[in-house]
């Protein structure tokens, strides 16, 4: 059963950091992508940011401020926020794309991490 697990969220000051955490376990054999997403209260989840064999793609709300990494065995993937805004305030979810036996791929959220920035 793969497990997606985020930590790292919290709450801070407009021009502060933080770093989130992801890892993914259990039966996980071949990993394709992961990334960051988020959603504000009343909005749509969005892209944060991914890594997909080390090639990133960022929105353009966080780039510059943001930098997405992965660990060298490949089941983590870290999310560096620098320069937060109050409007990077969301629940920030971590995604977790795993290639199949059959050639497919199959999505895998974690529950999410709560990042709160103040004014």
């Known amino acids: 059963q793969v497990q997606v697990v985020e930590s790292g969220g919290g709450l801070v000051r407009t021009g502060e950091s933080l770093r989130l955490s992801c890892t993914a376990s259990?039966?996980?054999?071949?990993?394709?992508?992961m990334g960051w997403y988020r959603q504000a209260p009343g909005e749509q989840r969005e892209l944060v940011a991914t890594v997909t064999r080390g090639s990133t793609d960022y929105a353009d709300s966080v780039k510059g401020r943001f930098t997405i990494s992965r660990d060298n065995a490949g089941n983590t993937v870290y999310l560096r926020m620098n320069s937060l805004k109050p409007e990077d305030t969301a629940l920030y979810y971590c995604?977790?794309?795993?290639?199949?036996?059959?050639?497919?791929?199959?999505?895998?959220w974690g529950q999410g991490t709560q990042v709160t920035v103040s004014s």
């Open positions: 995604l977790t794309v795993l290639w199949t036996v059959t050639g497919t791929t199959q999505n895998y």
């Open positions: 259990g039966g996980v054999l071949s990993i394709k992508t």
